[in-house]
């Protein structure tokens, strides 16, 4: 639901008061019968009880709330300021009634009039009532304001969070590709330098469209086919590679940038072996509802030898997913086949984003 922007929700604020306050106090005109002989002088005495409902509303709305209720060590002022307010008042009101009504003529014989107090009590209590209204909608008011404060907080919390994690990220994905091309330069310069121009590509990608909370998908996509371009030249013939993007032409799906590109990595990483036959599948789909990047790759686990990489891409990935997508996503990963295969998928839904 769209959010009403501060001004917006005073002036809807003010009018609502203004039209419920311009019915109440032109109840008692508008109870009038047509045929009703009654100087206009006793409507206008009707109206001393609706404007002392307005007179007690906003002396609770616009002082007793802010100045009494709402700080500390003062709430017991409040009670006692409404008792004063309420009580006078409501003396006033029987006084007035009493010399409205002194210069008219006495009831009929045999009507018992019902004593003073119970019109005091009535009007003590209907006083009371309109102090009740105006804490509740300062209250409410005041709930709606801490909560939207809550949200800024968290929002901003999760957007510094983030920046951190992407900061961490950026060095951390350089550092594994440019360890390849360091490798490349040992056996095949052409290809080292067929990698730092793929790299350079990357690089235009991670500094610029990084910085923003979602790219279109399409982009992503981009970024992903040239990452897997700059892997294919270092791999050796006994490597299978297959990378497939079932995503619309030019998809403007927003989704978080290098969201899958650790999975990836881990996957160039762990799926291939300098000895044995291996292979990576990439996917990258969507549809109305669901973005998926599922990849599987066969499974050389590290050894304890291998000191290279330290996990922190996936353990970003986790985090990431949980504070971009939070109850909107699952990841599933598993050994297949025995544990010759290993298989990462994350599922992403878009439909309530």
């Given at each position: 639901?769209?959010?009403?922007?501060?001004?917006?929700?005073?002036?809807?604020?003010?009018f609502i008061h203004?039209?419920?306050?311009t019915l109440?106090?032109?109840?008692?005109?508008?109870?009038?019968?047509p045929?009703?002989?009654q100087?206009?002088l006793?409507?206008?005495f009707?109206m001393?009880?609706?404007?002392?409902l307005?007179?007690?509303?906003?002396?609770?709305?616009?002082y007793?709330?802010?100045?009494l209720?709402?700080?500390?060590?003062?709430?017991?002022?409040?009670?006692?300021?409404?008792?004063?307010?309420?009580?006078?008042?409501?003396?006033?009101?029987?006084?007035?009634?009493?010399?409205?009504?002194?210069g008219?003529?006495?009831?009929?014989?045999?009507?018992?009039?019902?004593?003073?107090?119970v019109?005091?009590?009535?009007d003590?209590t209907?006083?009371?009532?309109?102090?009740?209204?105006?804490?509740?909608?300062?209250?409410?008011?005041?709930?709606?304001?801490?909560e939207t404060?809550?949200r800024?907080?968290?929002k901003?919390?999760?957007?510094?969070?983030?920046?951190?994690?992407?900061?961490?990220l950026?060095?951390?994905?350089l550092?594994?590709?440019?360890?390849?091309?360091?490798a490349?330069?040992?056996?095949?310069?052409d290809?080292?330098q067929?990698?730092?121009?793929?790299?350079?590509?990357l690089?235009?990608?991670?500094?610029?469209?990084?910085?923003?909370?979602?790219?279109?998908?399409?982009?992503?996509?981009?970024?992903?086919r040239?990452?897997i371009?700059l892997?294919?030249?270092?791999?050796s013939?006994?490597?299978?590679?297959?990378?497939?993007?079932?995503?619309?032409?030019?998809?403007?799906?927003?989704?978080?940038?290098l969201?899958?590109?650790?999975?990836?990595?881990?996957?160039?990483?762990?799926?291939i072996?300098?000895?044995?036959?291996?292979?990576?599948?990439?996917?990258?789909?969507?549809?109305?509802?669901?973005?998926?990047?599922?990849?599987?790759?066969s499974?050389?686990?590290?050894t304890?030898?291998?000191?290279?990489?330290?996990?922190?891409?996936?353990?970003?990935?986790?985090?990431?997913?949980?504070l971009?997508?939070?109850?909107?996503?699952?990841?599933?990963?598993?050994?297949?086949?025995?544990?010759?295969t290993?298989?990462?998928?994350?599922?992403?839904?878009?439909?309530?984003?």
């Amino acid at each position: 639901m769209k959010q009403l922007s501060p001004t917006n929700r005073r002036w809807l604020e003010t009018f609502i008061h203004l039209i419920s306050w311009t019915l109440v106090l032109a109840s008692p005109l508008l109870m009038k019968q047509p045929n009703d002989d009654q100087p206009y002088l006793h409507y206008w005495f009707d109206m001393l009880v609706p404007l002392s409902l307005l007179a007690v509303f906003y002396l609770n709305y616009g002082y007793y709330i802010p100045r009494l209720l709402f700080v500390e060590n003062r709430r017991w002022h409040f009670l006692l300021a409404n008792a004063a307010t309420i009580i006078g008042i409501a003396l006033a009101l029987r006084y007035a009634s009493h010399l409205h009504f002194a210069g008219i003529r006495p009831p009929a014989r045999g009507f018992v009039h019902p004593p003073q107090y119970v019109f005091f009590i009535r009007d003590v209590t209907s006083l009371v009532f309109a102090a009740c209204i105006s804490v509740a909608i300062r209250l409410s008011r005041r709930l709606q304001e801490s909560e939207t404060a809550r949200r800024e907080a968290v929002k901003s919390r999760t957007e510094a969070e983030l920046k951190n994690l992407r900061s961490q990220l950026n060095p951390h994905f350089l550092l594994n590709t440019l360890n390849n091309i360091y490798a490349l330069i040992a056996f095949d310069t052409d290809k080292a330098q067929e990698a730092v121009q793929e790299l350079s590509k990357l690089l235009r990608y991670v500094l610029y469209d990084n910085q923003q909370v979602f790219v279109p998908l399409s982009k992503e996509a981009d970024f992903i086919r040239n990452y897997i371009e700059l892997m294919r030249i270092r791999l050796s013939a006994h490597v299978r590679l297959t990378a497939r993007f079932d995503i619309q032409p030019n998809s403007q799906t927003p989704v978080a940038p290098l969201l899958f590109i650790s999975l990836i990595e881990n996957a160039f990483k762990h799926g291939i072996s300098p000895t044995e036959d291996s292979f990576i599948d990439i996917l990258l789909s969507e549809d109305p509802s669901t973005i998926c990047c599922r990849i599987a790759n066969s499974n050389h686990p590290k050894t304890h030898t291998d000191k290279s990489g330290s996990g922190i891409g996936l353990e970003q990935v986790a985090k990431r997913l949980e504070l971009v997508y939070p109850g909107r996503y699952r990841w599933e990963h598993r050994l297949e086949d025995g544990g010759q295969t290993y298989v990462s998928a994350i599922f992403i839904d878009i439909l309530h984003q």
